[in-house]
């Protein structure tokens, strides 16, 4: 087995890390989960541990579906969650980005993703693996196999370029300012 990783475990901390930065006077965040992703486990295991060395206490709630996406918003603002770390998987990403978006705008929660999607569709905020990087590798390595590289003597490497993407509009029309340490203060 040979490949490129993106290791939920190794990104949760960066992720929660820069969004208490954000905001760093909430002090309770919820987290959205899905059950159904493979990944939650380890998502979750990260997210408690890096939430107890913030001092931020954590709501979890768990979404199955798209139609649970409504009740988890409204059980996260009623009870008084301050911003939203939202798990990457294949429920909370690509054709979901804009309904998710949405509901953290119409709770008023500063929310990360795990998707530059949610944030183009107008979510505040994802850090994730630079996918172009982990494209240009993984030619690396089909190259290797091609010119006859055994498979299983490569090694499964970790995503190595991260991508912090803002929405500056969402967040000004949150009322944040993004503090500059948190993305180095370059746009484009």
């Known amino acids: 087995m040979t490949g490129l990783a993106d290791i939920q475990s190794v990104i949760t901390p960066k992720r929660l890390e820069i969004l208490k930065a ?13 059950p159904t992703a493979p990944s939650y486990r380890p998502f979750l295991q990260a997210a408690e541990a890096t939430g107890g060395k913030l ?5 979890t709630v768990s979404v199955s579906t798209v139609a649970d996406y409504d009740g988890a918003f409204a059980r996260m603002a009623q009870d008084r969650v301050g911003a939203v770390l939202v798990h990457s998987s294949a429920l909370t990403v690509r054709h979901n980005s ?14 990360m993703f795990g998707g530059r999607d949610n944030v183009v569709a107008g979510g505040l905020m994802s850090y994730a693996p630079d996918h172009n990087d982990l494209s240009r590798r993984s030619a690396v390595y089909i190259a290797k196999i091609l010119k006859g590289a055994n498979p299983g003597d490569l090694p499964v490497e970790q995503a190595s370029k991260y991508l912090l993407v803002i929405n500056l509009k969402t967040a000004k029309a949150l009322g944040l300012t993004i503090p500059s340490r948190c993305w180095g203060g370059r746009t484009r």
């Not at 954000?22 to 899905?34: A, D, E, H, I, Y």
């Not at 804009?98 to 929310?111: D, S």
């Open 22 to 34: 954000t905001v760093p006077q909430v002090t309770r965040f919820g987290v959205l989960w899905s």
């Open 55 to 59: 001092g931020v206490q954590l709501l």
């Open 98 to 111: 804009p309904l998710l978006a949405e509901l953290a705008l119409k709770h008023r929660l500063p929310t």
